[in-house]
């Protein structure tokens, strides 16, 4: 069952406006209150994953940078090595040096073999833009409004494993786990109108059409798709009827969770997870029919 790190909502806040979903005003309404849901979100998402069995790795946040409660977007993570991100901001930057440390804190304590460094000026904001697809054993990577399209290439080579390139064209996706979710079955689950032409063209050349699941509007600005499957059980921000019928005849089983004050960030499940413990081969997690031929 997988190690999952996440960060310790105490110095969360909606402080600054880097993509289209935060709201500082709403945030600052009513801060104590704010922050008493949002402590509240958390512990429901932490139990929802520790029920669904996986255990959890909780990093200290830091006061001034509310954006650390995403531990998503600080690396990419696949066979105990970690690839530290590069954030695109200036707001989420002095999270680079947090993350590093904490990074080293758990190779030293043998949760991590090795940790790694992008190439000098690359901007690659971690697993929010780089999803590891363990049925089809390979990344996805996401790239526009934050990360650059290069990155996939330097991930593909830190880990031997291909990146696939994945281009986002509509602000209000700005990471590809907004907007993209390879299931453990072998199914996708995306928002089409997230992606450029060319990356609904790799997405479909791959996905066979019977495991592509295109989710609508409503269930993309619910932050639906930024999941987190545990085995067959997916947790994610309560989803609208019609999503949770699909995933259910597919056999998921879907916890759906109140996750308002971190939408109000532009934020949800996945971002505020990151799986530690995952390896590119796992056996039972591969779909035999869609080994590449
Ligand atoms: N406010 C944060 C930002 O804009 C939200 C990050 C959400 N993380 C994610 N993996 N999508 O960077």
Do not use: K
Not at 170 to 188: A, I, K, N, T
Request: hydrophobic share 50%; net charge negative.
């Amino acid at each position: 069952m997988p190690h999952i790190l996440m960060t310790d909502p105490a110095h969360f806040a909606v402080d600054y406006v880097i993509n289209p979903w935060m709201q500082p005003a709403a945030w600052h309404g009513d801060p104590a209150g704010n922050a008493a849901a949002a402590r509240a979100a958390w512990a429901a998402l932490a139990g929802a994953l520790r029920e669904a069995g996986a255990r959890l790795e909780v990093l200290e946040g830091v006061p001034g940078l509310p954006d650390m409660v995403f531990p998503a977007n600080a690396a990419v993570v696949l066979d105990g090595r970690a690839l530290l991100a590069r954030f695109a901001l200036p707001q989420r930057q002095p999270e680079e040096a947090r993350f590093r440390a904490a990074f080293l804190a758990m190779r030293e304590r043998g949760l991590l073999d090795e940790v790694l460094e992008l190439e000098a000026g690359l901007v690659q904001e971690g697993a929010g833009d780089c999803l590891w697809d363990a049925a089809r054993g390979h990344f996805w990577a996401g790239h526009g409004p934050r990360s650059e399209a290069r990155a996939a290439g330097c991930i593909a080579e830190a880990f031997g494993r291909e990146a696939v390139a994945l281009e986002l064209v509509s602000p209000r996706f700005y990471h590809l786990d907004v907007c993209f979710c390879p299931l453990p079955g072998g199914e996708v689950l995306y928002h089409p109108a997230a992606f450029s032409p060319a990356a609904l063209r790799a997405i479909r050349e791959r996905v066979p059409a019977p495991l592509r699941i295109e989710a609508d509007a409503e269930a993309a600005a619910r932050f639906c798709l930024n999941a987190v499957p545990v085995g067959r059980r997916l947790v994610m921000a309560r989803p609208p009827a019609r999503l949770a019928a699909i995933l259910a005849e597919r056999g998921y089983r879907v916890t759906g969770l109140d996750l308002a004050p971190f939408i109000l960030a532009g934020g949800a499940a996945a971002c505020m997870t990151l799986p530690l413990d995952r390896r590119s081969v796992t056996g039972a997690a591969r779909v035999p029919e869609l080994a590449e031929g």
